[in-house]
């Protein structure tokens, strides 16, 4: 999930990385309260993500989480 701050651009340069590198973009989110993509991808690039989410406070990266289904009651 990418913060607020980042642009459809920014999101399809972070795609574009990804696939480059292996991953494959299984579902875009464009939404003003969730921007990001579910995909599958190489550990690596996971790690990447992570590392960026969690020490660039600069960095484009909100979050990064396994796809998982959920349930409201």
Same mark, same amino acid.
């Given at each position: 999930?990418? +913060?607020k701050?980042a642009?459809?651009?920014? /999101?399809? +340069?972070? @795609?574009?990385?990804?696939?480059q590198?292996?991953?494959?973009? &299984? &579902? ?10 579910? @995909? ?5 690039? /996971? ?5 960026? @989410? ?8 909100? @979050? ?7 349930? /409201?009651?």
């Amino acid at each position: 999930m990418f +913060k607020k701050s980042a642009t459809e651009q920014d /999101v399809d +340069k972070y @795609a574009e990385k990804l696939e480059q590198e292996g991953g494959l973009i &299984q &579902q875009r989110y464009n939404a003003e309260f969730l921007r990001g993509f579910t @995909a599958r991808m190489p550990q690596e690039f /996971v790690e990447k993500l992570q590392d960026e @989410a969690q020490n660039d406070k600069n960095g484009l990266i909100e @979050a990064i989480e396994r796809n998982q289904e959920i349930s /409201v009651q």
